[in-house]
């Protein structure tokens, strides 16, 4: 069975400018979501998808950064303009379940660094 | 916000010890899972207890859950060199959105 695909693996860029983020879910997986690991702490939710609506952005900087799910598989985070604060990993998961009643599968991460 | 906070912070052992790890937690939950982190990868799904379980075992890793005390605790058992990895509990509190919220983890070093 196929992971959850991300990419890129990396990125840097000049603060201001624009990037985007794209995730493939396991296949038949209805929960989709991404999280933002800031060096030496825990993943931070900032959007839940269940198929292509939106769950939960309450954490989501909703003026720089966005996300869509395209026919409730692919999905894609935006950040733009991007700031110092926002060097991070981009973790993206899916679930076969709804919300987190059952397991989280994780990508391996898009790294982000802003200069 | 964060839910569940991990103690401690940081973990060193000999290979072949075992390796206990405590997750707190503030409000009720529907769940509580494990995951396990190496160095630059994606998180990796360990185990899950369910707010009516008390103790569920896989492998060489026991859990816990103390719904009282609002506590976890992982047990990993005989380590290895490689179990060396931040360890990361995460809640699914109880309310209108389920969601996992993630402490800030625990990194444990195994000494071969």
């Known amino acids: 069975e196929a992971g959850v695909a991300q990419s890129p693996r990396y990125k840097i860029i000049e603060k201001r400018q624009s990037v985007a983020f794209w995730c493939n879910p396991i296949?038949?997986?209805?929960?989709l979501y991404w999280y933002q690991q800031i060096l030496g702490q825990g993943p931070k939710l900032l959007i839940q998808?269940?198929?292509?609506?939106?769950?939960?952005d309450s954490q989501l900087p909703k003026d720089r950064f966005s996300a869509e799910r395209l026919k409730g598989v692919d999905s894609t985070l935006k950040i733009q303009p991007a700031k110092l604060e926002d060097s991070a990993v981009y973790l993206c998961?899916?679930?076969?379940?709804?919300?987190?009643?059952?397991?989280?599968?994780f990508g391996e991460g898009s790294r982000l660094t802003v200069l | 916000s964060q839910q569940g906070e991990e103690d401690p912070q940081a973990l060193s052992i000999q290979e072949g010890e075992n390796a206990t790890m405590n997750c707190s937690y503030k409000?009720?939950?529907?769940?509580l899972q494990w995951y396990r982190q190496n160095s630059g990868r994606g998180l990796v799904h360990l185990i899950l207890?369910?707010?009516?379980?008390r103790e569920k075992h896989s492998g060489r890793l026991r859990v816990t859950l103390d719904t009282s005390k609002k506590s976890s605790s992982l047990l990993i058992t005989a380590s290895r060199a490689a179990d060396t990895a931040s360890y990361f509990c995460?809640?699914?509190?109880?309310?209108?959105?389920?969601?996992?919220?993630f402490g800030k983890g625990i990194t444990l070093s195994v000494r071969p």
């Open positions: 409000t009720s939950i529907n769940n």
């Open positions: 995460a809640t699914d509190a109880t309310g209108a959105n389920s969601k996992l919220t």
């Open positions: 998961a899916s679930s076969f379940l709804p919300g987190a009643g059952g397991e989280l599968f």
């Open positions: 296949s038949g997986h209805a929960t």
């Open positions: 998808f269940q198929n292509n609506g939106v769950v939960d």
């Open positions: 207890i369910r707010s009516n379980e």
